[in-house]
């Protein structure tokens, strides 16, 4: 069992803990300003390697035109996406970020309340497992949506790393496209399934990627990708999205609720995600100037039916 960790204050880990879910925030408003365009970089660039397009911004074009096997309103998402540098123009990326650190002194001083905090150490197995697209639908079973996205893996850091990622999901898309065009009517859906799953797992990884001056963070993500604003249908889509993700993910995830949170100046987009934390919570680590005991943070643990999970403290001396 492979454990990742969130680092937070005490007062979000009793909102976490008490509340039993983790906030996912739209991934554009966190600390890193490069966050999507330096994945967009990289991808773009094993594209081109691998000859599937050429040019780039307004002149960005797909060889051999093989965006046109895509359905319409994929072809606009792919083509605005790669030209632009930013999210698909009708999806929001929501992130929740953790580390593989269990005791980390960069990650106390930037995201553990300066080392008066805490790390929770999750069991998250369950959202590597799952395929990174699935289908939701409204309350009359009819699809809504046939490639919405949850990802959960570790960042790739630099760029050496980056270019083996996206060359790996740039070839699959091009065997997709190759097999699409060799493909007879009668096998062509699935074909084309196929290669609109790895279209987009392509566009979604460029959020797993960051530069190597964050590779001390270790981090892993867990990303849900939803619609924003301007999609057709967004009320209708969201509260669809809600209601599958417990089905996806039926012995983890409880409910799932999306809010807007008031950060300064500015409106974060962010999902709840209510988890079983009796499956998933495994591990504490109190921070290294963290004043609460042992016997605290098991008192917190026991009254949110929290029996499992051990807690230890920080190896640290910083104060």
């Not at 962010?270 to 008192?299: E, N, Y």
């Amino acid at each position: 069992m492979t454990l990742t960790y969130h680092y937070c204050s005490l007062e979000t880990a009793c909102a976490i803990v008490q509340n039993a879910s983790l906030r996912l925030c739209d991934v554009t408003k966190s600390n890193d300003s490069a966050e999507i365009t330096y994945g967009y970089a990289a991808a773009m660039d094993s594209l081109r390697r691998a000859g599937l397009v050429r040019g780039a911004g307004g002149d960005l074009h797909f060889a051999d035109g093989w965006d046109g096997l895509l359905r319409p309103d994929y072809r606009a998402l792919l083509r605005e996406a790669l030209s632009e540098h930013l999210l698909p123009p009708n999806r929001l990326c929501y992130a929740a970020c953790l580390s593989r650190k269990p005791d980390r002194l960069s990650q106390w001083r930037a995201y553990g309340d300066d080392g008066r905090g805490v790390a929770l150490g999750f069991d998250l197995s369950d959202f590597a497992k799952a395929e990174p697209s699935f289908t939701v639908g409204g309350d009359d079973g009819r699809p809504l949506e046939t490639h919405m996205m949850t990802m959960y893996r570790p960042i790739v850091y630099g760029h050496e790393r980056a270019a083996v990622y996206f060359d790996a999901l740039a070839s699959r898309v091009a065997n997709d496209v190759r097999e699409l065009r060799e493909a007879a009517e009668r096998d062509g859906d699935a074909v084309r399934g196929r290669l609109l799953d790895a279209t987009l797992e392509f566009v979604a990884s460029t959020a797993f990627c960051k530069k190597r001056f964050f590779r001390e963070e270790c981090e892993w993500r867990l990303a849900v990708w939803g619609p924003n604003a301007r999609t057709p249908g967004f009320g209708e889509l969201q509260a669809a999205l809600a209601s599958a993700l417990p089905r996806r993910f039926p012995d983890v995830v409880t409910h799932a609720r999306f809010l807007m949170l008031a950060r300064g100046e500015r409106l974060v987009p962010a999902l709840d995600l209510g988890l079983d934390l009796r499956r998933t919570l495994r591990h504490v680590v109190t921070g290294p100037c963290c004043a609460a005991s042992d016997q605290d943070i098991l008192m917190l643990l026991r009254t949110a039916g929290v029996s499992e999970a051990t807690v230890d403290r920080s190896r640290g001396t910083y104060r």
